[in-house]
């Protein structure tokens, strides 16, 4: 059974090691929870060897009480005492742009497109300011394709989890093996008019303040940081979007120049669920509590 992230470099990391080591099942937790729930466990309990691919999982070492437990992955991270094999270079202090990248090196498999579309996936245009742009350049050398054509199978396979698919999530994984099937599926193609038509929508409806950007939204899809990055990056303003959802609420804030991490250790001091960069923080917070923080960030921000 293989455990996986839901974007393009968990979906990418399955297909490869699916072929590779010979298993045939696939499982991704709810998308946008970093573990494993009851629901979850209880569904994989009858397993008895589970490979997680591209995930930290908060509780991984659960899994250990029922199956074998093998980790490939590239996030920040401490080893799992009780899996077999913990395959991340970040133990050994390396970054690794993608879990494509370390499956590939740790299997000496043949380089194809899934290795390239999982670094595409994480890291966007920035890999080819990377030392690892040389596996995407030699990639394209050899197949003939385009950059613009990676980026764009990408964004389709991130698709399925901006919808909130989960059903989708593991049906991609069965197409990855063919980059023409992923650029030609109607289906991944249809959700990506829809997600682009509302992104573009929510960023027309931002509203001005001079030194930064707001938005108030209200969308169950997963759009908030594609949302706040083109505000941000359209207007070379910091953008501050509050997305208020059915069950819970979403702040984020990006800023083309500033450092706003701080915010992520005040919202973490307030209970809730925060992470980012210098230049990027995201909150999950509960339903109805998004708009007092959001309003607290843009006095701190002096809007
Ligand atoms: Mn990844």
Avoid at 158 to 185: G, H, P, Q, T, W
Wanted: charged share 30%; with cysteine; net charge negative.
């Amino acid at each position: 059974m293989i455990l996986h992230h839901w974007d393009t470099d968990g979906i990418c990391s399955a297909s490869l090691l699916m072929e590779n080591l010979g298993e045939d099942e696939n499982f991704t937790p709810k998308i946008g929870n970093y573990f494993l729930d009851e629901e979850d466990l209880d569904a994989l309990r009858s397993h008895k060897k589970i490979i997680v691919a591209d995930m930290n999982l908060a509780n991984a070492k659960d899994i250990c009480g029922f199956a074998e437990l093998i980790i490939y992955d590239h996030h920040i991270a401490e080893r799992v005492e009780c899996a077999k094999a913990h395959i991340n270079p970040y133990l050994e202090g390396k970054s690794y742009p993608s879990a494509t990248l370390v499956i590939y090196e740790n299997l000496g498999l043949k380089l194809d497109h899934r290795v390239v579309l999982g670094m595409v996936g994480d890291v966007g245009r920035k890999i080819m300011d990377r030392a690892e742009k040389d596996v995407v350049l030699r990639y394209m050398e050899k197949s003939g394709r385009s950059f613009e054509d990676l980026e764009r199978a990408a964004m389709l396979l991130d698709s399925s989890y901006k919808m909130f698919r989960r059903d989708e999530v593991l049906e991609n994984v069965f197409i990855a093996n063919d980059l023409d099937e992923i650029l030609n599926s109607e289906r991944l193609n249809r959700n990506n008019e829809i997600l682009e038509k509302e992104i573009e929508q929510m960023v027309s409806k931002a509203e001005d303040l001079g030194n930064l950007m707001v938005l108030k939204m209200r969308t169950e899809h997963h759009i908030i940081s594609a949302v706040a990055r083109k505000i941000a990056w359209g207007m070379g303003k910091t953008a501050l979007v509050l997305n208020q959802k059915s069950d819970r609420d979403e702040i984020y804030l990006r800023s083309p120049d500033m450092d706003v991490s701080r915010f992520i250790d005040i919202a973490r001091a307030k209970g809730y669920n925060a992470g980012g960069k210098k230049e990027v923080v995201g909150v999950v917070l509960p339903k109805g509590e998004g708009e007092g923080f959001f309003n607290y960030i843009l006095k701190e921000l002096g809007g």
